[in-house]
């Protein structure tokens, strides 16, 4: 099976960077995918990484190391409105399940 | 614009009774999906689909079936409800070949009473 490991809250301040990690176990998986949701809101997608490495997208970018079974989530420049849970997603090679991760909640304080 | 909606949006509902969840996109996207979600749980897969009539069992199948007759709607059934499945369910939709970037709907709270 696969299984996907978060820290369960992160706390930082406006302006600042904060790091959301992801660890997994997996036999193989297609990409690492990261989603936000605000409280009561649905999921929105944030970015993918198919391959290792560093994927920027904005004020966002994501790492993905397959050897060391770690990504990342790297919000820069917080804004309040960041405020919000965070769920790293793989979908596995074999029975394509999609799991996601169980969610880091960051708050971003003034 | 093109969008994915589910109805109800929230329902309540006795143990036993058998309920429908309705998810409808406008993107012509073959890939669908539904979740439930929980508190410490995160999102757990329940069935997806890759187009018309296919299925597939997710982690969390047992007591829920789809069907999928069009590329628009893929409801979501609990054959004899009962109180674990009260939850927030949300579909998603995506583009075949981009299941990794999937497209949500609001979701629906289901309370089974």
């Known amino acids: 099976g696969q299984s996907l490991e978060q820290p369960s809250e992160v706390t930082a301040v406006e302006g600042a960077i904060v790091q959301i990690n992801c660890t997994y176990q997996t036999s193989g998986f297609y990409g690492l995918s990261w989603y936000q949701q605000h409280d009561g809101g649905a999921p929105t997608f944030l970015s993918y990484?198919?391959?290792?490495g560093l994927e920027e997208t904005g004020r966002f970018s994501s790492f993905l190391s397959r050897s060391d079974s770690y990504g990342y989530l790297l919000l820069q420049e917080l804004q309040m409105k960041d405020s919000a849970s965070y769920f790293c997603a793989l979908r596995d090679n074999y029975g394509q399940n999609f799991v996601f991760g169980p969610g880091t909640r960051l708050s971003v304080l003034p | 614009d093109a969008e994915i909606t589910q109805s109800p949006r929230h329902k309540i509902t006795e143990t036993g009774r058998q309920v429908t969840l309705a998810c409808h996109q406008t993107w012509n996207h073959n890939n669908m999906f539904w979740y439930r979600q929980d508190l410490g749980h995160g999102l757990r897969l329940i069935h997806y689909?890759?187009?018309?009539?296919?299925?597939n069992k997710g982690e969390v199948s047992d007591g829920y079936s789809v069907s999928r007759s069009n590329t628009e709607d893929l409801p979501l059934t609990l054959e004899s409800a009962a109180s674990s499945q009260t939850s927030v369910y949300f579909c998603?939709?995506?583009?075949?070949?981009?299941?990794?970037?999937?497209?949500f709907g609001p979701g629906t709270r289901l309370t089974v009473t």
């Open positions: 998603a939709s995506s583009p075949t070949g981009t299941s990794y970037e999937q497209y």
């Open positions: 689909s890759y187009g018309v009539h296919d299925t």
């Open positions: 990484n198919a391959l290792d």
